[in-house]
C-alpha cells in the first residue's frame, strides 16, 4: 500500500496500480487500495471486474468482504 501511495505522489499511475493491487492480492481487506483503484479514477470499469473477479478466486476465506466491494463497484458505476 505504501509503495502504490509513493507512486501515486510521484505521478507514477502505472507504477501505483500495480502496488495497489499487489496490497489486495496479498490482503483482501486492504480496503484503501481499492478505494483508491476505484475513486481515483485509476483502473477502468472492466478492469475493476478483472480485478474483483481475481481476488474472488484466490482469497476464499474472505468471501464476507465480497458484497462490500462490489457494492464499491456498483456505485462508482452509478456515478
Do not use: F
Not at 33 to 57: F, H, P, T
Amino acid at each position: 500500500l505504501t509503495r502504490g501511495k509513493v507512486y501515486e505522489a510521484l505521478e507514477n499511475r502505472d507504477r501505483a496500480v500495480r502496488w495497489y493491487k499487489a496490497a489486495l492480492s496479498a490482503d483482501m481487506k486492504c480496503y484503501e487500495a481499492l478505494n483508491n483503484l476505484v475513486d481515483k479514477r485509476m483502473i477502468g470499469y472492466d478492469e475493476q471486474r478483472q480485478l474483483l473477479q481475481s481476488l474472488e478466486k484466490s482469497n476464499t476465506a474472505y468471501k464476507w468482504l465480497q458484497p462490500m466491494y462490489k457494492l464499491k463497484l456498483q456505485q462508482h458505476e452509478e456515478k
